[in-house]
């Protein structure tokens, strides 16, 4: 996979940290809608692709897993009483147990160069169930702009062609928390991509 040598730092661990702890994050719980519209989507237990520090797999289904290439993520994640991997622990860890029913992949994929954006997520569907959910979710304008180390904008289209070329029929997109048009303004607009996994998997072994 070829990432931003960014994401792997201390530092990008440390700066997610201090943003996801912030003392006014705390007070007005912003990331309370955020929450709400994962937990509408049903995901069951989940892979969460890019876990970072956790703030997502916090909230996820019991029995959900994360797996991010940042040794210090993956330590802060675990310190929140999460179960998270690096890329290379996850099979081992996983391989006697059932597949997911769902994949999350949340304000990652905008790091990546279009290829490896494929490859990223084609190399974890197969440990996905068959008709198993698969989200997408990235920044809109505003947040593209806001982060150096965001490499590919990624829109409605293509994330819808993501998922198809992993096997995925694509089944629902929106734009969250705001209409498509706060994008350009609002940072924190997300574009969000819902599919399926259309065929079994390959052998998980």
Request: with cysteine.
């Amino acid at each position: 996979m070829s990432e931003t040598a960014d994401t792997r730092s201390p530092e990008y661990a440390a700066r997610l940290e201090q943003l996801s702890s912030a003392r006014w994050k705390r007070w007005l719980d912003v990331q309370a809608p955020y929450r709400w519209n994962l937990r509408r989507l049903r995901l069951g237990r989940t892979l969460d692709l890019g876990c970072g520090v956790g703030r997502n797999l916090a909230h996820l289904s019991p029995g959900s897993v994360g797996v991010d290439h940042n040794p210090q993520a993956v330590e802060a994640a675990r310190r929140r009483g999460c179960t998270a991997f690096l890329p290379a622990e996850l099979a081992a860890a996983e391989a006697a147990r059932e597949p997911f029913d769902a994949l999350l992949c949340a304000h990652v994929l905008e790091h990546l160069s279009c290829d490896a954006v494929v490859e990223l997520v084609a190399d974890h569907v197969r440990f996905l169930r068959h008709g198993a959910q698969v989200v997408l979710i990235a920044p809109q304008e505003a947040g593209f702009r806001s982060d150096p180390t965001h490499v590919t904008f990624l829109d409605f289209a293509a994330l819808e062609g993501i998922l198809g070329r992993v096997g995925c029929d694509s089944e629902r997109a929106y734009s969250f928390p705001f209409p498509r048009a706060a994008g350009h303004f609002f940072r924190h607009n997300e574009f969000v991509v819902v599919g399926s996994l259309r065929s079994p998997t390959a052998s998980r072994r």
